[in-house]
């Protein structure tokens, strides 16, 4: 699922960490990345791609169910769309408003 935001003066790494996510430092991956896990293991988590454009950042959001399946994929159980992903869509939309609104 994709959702974009203004900067509003703020940087998109700063925003996506204050709303519980975590850097995610795979060394085969080419982009940097962001989880929130939801319990005490690695998985499930909720896992974000952020694209910078010029006036405004995307979130690219899935749910990854469990790790790849085996050594050299980059396939999982993920979810890209789902009651579970629109509510951590809305969840992440609320938490940056009230950045946004505690910054005026």
Known sequence: MKFKFPYNGFKAGE???????????????TELSYARRLGS???????A?????ENYFEVNL?????????????????EYDGETVENEARRITS????????KN
């Open 62 to 78: 899935h749910l990854d169910q469990k790790k790849p399946s085996y050594e050299g994929s980059s396939a999982h159980a993920g």
């Open 49 to 53: 791609y952020l694209n910078d454009f």
């Open 95 to 102: 938490m940056i408003k009230q950045i946004f609104d505690s």
């Open 41 to 47: 293991g690695f998985y499930p988590r909720f896992h």
């Open 15 to 29: 925003l996506i960490r204050r709303c519980g996510y975590g850097e995610v430092r795979d060394p085969n991956a």
